[in-house]
């Protein structure tokens, strides 16, 4: 009777996964419809309120309400508490729908506070994200989200410099759901818009083989010389790192194939791993399709996304050079060398040069400034095109059935991060104390831009190691972005750097994420993986600090003179960084160099012009020397 009853439980209560990939893939095919809706004229759909183009007063609660019910469809809990799992998302359609239905022209909720009704609708809301986020992106995220709320409550009794008048659970119910901001303010925007399409973009690469292919290209570039795997692996990771969204899951899709490929080379498995997560990093700013933090900075700056890849593209640039130098000391110093078995990068183009087209296109939208969202629609659908017009690329409803599944999947955390991080925003407007905290930030620098910097990465540092990348940059932008324009930083520099800080979570020690993960591939310790990532990510601190300082960012006031003067410095800088922490480039650094590296270093520094050429000569110098000293042993 018993084991009847559980397999009736089974069969009843727990979904099948038709229904799960259902639920999945239709939440797929409505966000790729809604940035098609704008294009019909009004009064042609039928069910126009549903069918057409939806406010975001509608559409970011249904987005998350979907979200929700597919992330308790697809982290369930354990056994017999999966049935949970369904009264979840019942609540949730039930919450839903009483938000949906609130009226928000109405002055009563704002008079006499909100219906109880209501109130209950919100407070499952906002548990149902938490617990989302628990569940998908870490406890660490849900008791930020938490402390944040309980600060916005309980506020009035903490000390003066930290205190707010502290608000009752209706207002603060009121703010983060009832309203344009908190739970459904412009970080859930953002990710139900441009994020989803090219989280499904990067799904439908992977779906058709694209992503194989530019993987493949890269070792065909690469592969063959000194240290080839490694040089391919940063720059596949340069082309595929933006579109999935995460150094984490760039760092496992292209370290299952690259990480064994450098321990085979040579390569010890700390640095396999950690050239695979300071690569895998990196993709994250690498235009055109940069990670979901520089959508929500087009938003929060009011910069066109096309201003922005352009911005960013010099910047990105200098920092996979500079994981590249230090690839190549590293081969050069063990003697590795290329891969002797790689296909011609002829062969590849040959196979899957059509693939390239979709990208092109999408570039091309993206300078026209297009909507992102639709960019990333029109993206999915030109990837599913190009693979029909090659026989050995066309793949079946099948394939796209999986693209939508995983797109939406995917989708689920870098969503429910976006809330988890707009709570946090909805707090720091409602109770005043990102103004106590830009006031602090430049007192505690005194009016020293550097020392700004300084306390903004360490904010950075600490708060990656529980929010993911995205989350770390809204927090910190609405936190320390007006404590950097205090100091004298335009608006979107300032945000840049931030930008830029937000992502050295991923390979810094203690927790390194990017790095543990590719730890795990090359079975090495997580923590001396770390440390290898961060020294070879070091143009993530590097190159902001000289954003500060030197006019890095294409556009506006910056012509292309200022900017490459201002790459070559940059430049300069990280290859003096690099041979005196290596004590080597194509020689070892003989101690009298070390002090000209340092002294090159010192004169890179100083804000005059003829003093950084003398630096930059200098620089020149220790190569030119070094190689020349290389030569010389070698013959």
């Known amino acids: 009777m018993i084991q009847t009853f559980n397999r009736l439980l089974d069969h009843w209560l727990v979904p099948s996964s038709r229904v799960v990939f259902g639920v999945a893939v239709a939440l797929s095919i409505f966000q790729i419809w809604r940035p098609l809706a704008g294009f019909i004229p009004v009064g042609i759909l039928p069910m126009e309120h549903i069918l057409g183009l939806m406010p975001a007063t509608y559409f970011r609660p249904l987005h998350l309400s979907w979200i929700l019910c597919v992330g308790f469809f697809v982290y369930p809990l354990a056994g017999r508490l999966r049935c949970l799992d369904l009264f979840s998302v019942a609540m949730v359609l039930w919450s839903s729908t009483r938000i949906l239905g609130f009226n928000y022209q109405g002055l009563d909720h704002l008079l006499n506070g909100l219906s109880a009704v209501d109130h209950v609708a919100g407070l499952i809301m906002i548990a149902a994200t938490l617990e989302m986020a628990r569940r998908s992106v870490g406890l660490v995220m849900t008791i930020i989200g938490l402390v944040f709320i309980l600060y916005g409550a309980f506020g009035n009794y903490l000390p003066d410099v930290l205190a707010t008048r502290g608000f009752s659970f209706e207002r603060i119910i009121r703010f983060q759901v009832f309203s344009a901001a908190g739970l459904y303010g412009a970080p859930i925007g953002i990710a139900a818009g441009a994020v989803f399409s090219f989280v499904l973009f990067g799904a439908f690469l992977q779906a058709t083989g694209a992503g194989k292919f530019f993987i493949d290209l890269s070792f065909a570039a690469a592969g063959h010389y000194r240290g080839g795997p490694a040089k391919a692996s940063v720059l596949a990771s340069a082309m595929m790192g933006s579109i999935s969204g995460s150094a984490i899951a760039n760092t496992v899709s292209t370290g299952s194939l690259t990480i064994p490929m450098m321990k085979q080379l040579g390569y010890k498995p700390t640095q396999a791993a950690g050239i695979e997560a300071a690569a895998s990093t990196g993709g994250q700013i690498m235009p055109p399709i940069m990670g979901a933090g520089a959508f929500v900075m087009a938003e929060f700056t009011r910069v066109p996304y096309s201003d922005i890849v352009w911005m960013s593209l010099i910047p990105a640039i200098l920092f996979f050079l500079s994981v590249l130098l230090y690839v190549h000391i590293m081969a050069v110093k063990g003697s590795f060398k290329g891969m002797t078995d790689t296909i011609a990068a002829r062969q590849i183009l040959k196979q899957g040069v059509h693939f390239v087209l979709p990208l092109v296109l999408i570039i091309f939208l993206l300078m026209q400034d297009y909507s992102p969202a639709l960019v990333g629609v029109v993206g999915c659908m030109a990837v599913a095109i190009a693979g029909l017009l090659r026989v050995h690329t066309r793949v079946g409803w099948a394939a796209i059935g999986k693209a939508l599944y995983q797109g939406a999947t995917m989708a689920v955390p870098i969503s429910v991060a976006c809330a988890i ?215």
Not at 461 to 489: K, N, R
Not at 516 to 538: D, N, T
Not at 566 to 585: H, P, Q
Request: charged share 5%.
């Open 421 to 635: 991080a707009g709570i946090v925003v909805g707090v720091i407007g409602q109770t005043g104390i990102g103004l106590q905290f830009t006031e602090s930030v430049v007192a505690l620098s005194g009016g020293k831009l550097w020392l700004g910097l300084g306390l903004v990465a360490f904010a950075a540092l600490i708060l990656g190691m529980g929010l993911p990348v995205t989350a770390a940059y809204i927090v910190l932008s609405v936190m320390t972005a007006p404590a950097l324009q205090e100091l004298g930083l335009a608006l979107i520099t300032a945000h840049m750097i931030i930008f830029w800080l937000s992502q050295t979570s991923n390979i810094t020690p203690p927790i390194a994420l990017a790095a543990f993960a590719g730890a795990g591939i090359a079975g090495a310790p997580p923590m001396r993986s770390a440390v290898e990532a961060f020294k070879l990510a070091s143009g993530l601190f590097v190159i902001p600090l000289m954003m500060a300082y030197m006019p890095l960012l294409l556009g506006g006031e910056n012509g292309w003179g200022d900017v490459l003067f201002a790459a070559g410095v940059t430049l300069s800088l990280i290859v003096a960084i690099a041979m005196l922490s290596e004590r080597f480039l194509f020689d070892v650094v003989t101690l009298p160099y070390v002090f000209v590296g340092l002294a090159a270093i010192g004169l890179l520094l100083v804000p005059e012009t003829w003093l950084r050429i003398v630096g930059i000569a200098l620089v020149l110098i220790l190569i030119l020397r070094n190689y020349c000293a290389s030569r010389r042993n070698s013959s």
